[in-house]
């Protein structure tokens, strides 16, 4: 056994706890602000989108306008928060708690149509700008945008009124917003965290066999398959556990009751997961960048960091607001 783990460089071991590291700083950070929820994760949404579409721009390099960073950003954050614009415009006033304007997923046709119109304008106007790379934008746009919408939406589900507990008397912002209503959402984390955890350590000590070189040549059919079982290990655990303890992660849907459901969303997300990777990694390769962005040691830019979740949260999403609003448990 000893001889078929991979001995480490002093670069690896470096690297390895830079990540462990700013993965547990990241964690105290962003954790609280996902348990408190309402307007504390809404403007950690508003943060991380703002980063994250800058991040979609700037990986070109090219030094392309300024009105780009702004048309990008704004298409962005417009497709992020498609709900509230659409409760604006229908003229009715906003709920003080902010998780009652996303019962349901929504991206707006207009905005995709107007964002592109605009984007296409630029690449008259700047001789940098080339098509391929607005097509590219656009779409990595609109993917982030509803990955991120999405993570707000498994957020705030369990708190709308088929899912809450009674709000009778309550006094306080977040009294019937609180940790039992993040598990949702934390199941889906687990899962795509679990991807990639175990895909880079049992990659890391085992990995012989590269699963894609041409577009991430550090990944390894080892990991690919550990980073599956150890994502599909512990989301799976998770729900269950959870739900035999009478506090299941979304009742009437991913329960004890319904556990086919947990198994199946448990195997569907490392899937996705590792396909948003190497989404993202495809691009990476083709501007010839190494990382998004810088902000995390160890783990690049916010799009290097949440490349598998939005992707994640995005298919698991799509299933539950069907099962959801077509009442199919």
């Known amino acids: 056994m000893a001889n078929n783990i991979n001995k480490l460089s002093e670069k690896t071991k470096v690297s390895l706890r830079t990540r462990v590291i700013a993965g547990l700083v990241a964690a105290v950070v962003i954790f609280p602000l996902l348990i408190l929820g ?4 809404f403007g950690l949404g508003i943060l991380v989108s703002f980063l994250a579409f800058f991040e979609i721009v700037d990986c070109a390099k090219k030094g392309y306008s300024k009105w780009l960073y702004v048309i990008t950003i ?3 954050i417009a497709l992020l928060y498609g709900p509230i614009i659409k409760t604006l415009l229908a003229g009715e006033d906003l709920s003080p ?3 009652m304007e996303f019962p349901t997923l929504y ?3 207009a905005i995709i149509f107007i ?3 605009l984007l296409f304008m630029l690449v008259i106007f700047d001789k940098s700008f080339e098509i391929k790379d607005a097509c590219i934008i656009l779409a990595l746009v609109i993917i982030v945008a509803f990955g991120l919408q999405s993570m707000l939406y498994l957020r705030y589900l369990p708190c709308q009124d088929r899912y809450a507990p009674d709000r009778t008397g309550a006094s306080f912002i977040n009294s019937y917003d609180n940790f039992a209503s993040t598990t949702l959402l934390f199941y889906v984390l687990i899962g795509t965290f679990g991807t990639d955890i175990g895909a880079y350590f049992i990659g890391v000590f085992f990995g012989k066999h590269k699963l894609n070189e041409r577009i991430s040549p550090n990944k390894t059919v080892e990991g690919f398959f550990g980073g599956i079982f150890t994502s599909i290990i512990f989301s799976a655990a998770f729900a269950y556990i959870l739900s035999a303890c009478n506090a299941p992660i979304l ?4 329960d004890l009751n319904h556990w086919y459901n947990i198994l199946v969303i448990s195997l569907f997300i490392p899937f996705v ?3 948003g990777d190497f989404v993202f990694s495809s691009v990476k390769r083709y501007y010839g960048i190494k990382d998004f962005g810088y902000i995390m040691p160890g783990h690049g830019g916010v799009l290097d960091r949440i490349d598998s979740v939005i992707f994640a949260t995005g298919a698991v ?3 539950i607001s069907i099962v959801v609003n077509a009442n199919i448990i």
């Open 273 to 275: 997961a590792t396909l």
């Open 97 to 99: 708690h902010i998780y």
């Open 107 to 109: 991206l707006s046709i």
């Open 38 to 41: 309402d307007w504390f994760i």
């Open 251 to 254: 009742k009437g849907v991913l």
């Open 317 to 319: 999403s799509i299933i």
């Open 115 to 117: 964002g592109a119109c």
């Open 74 to 76: 704004f298409l962005g």
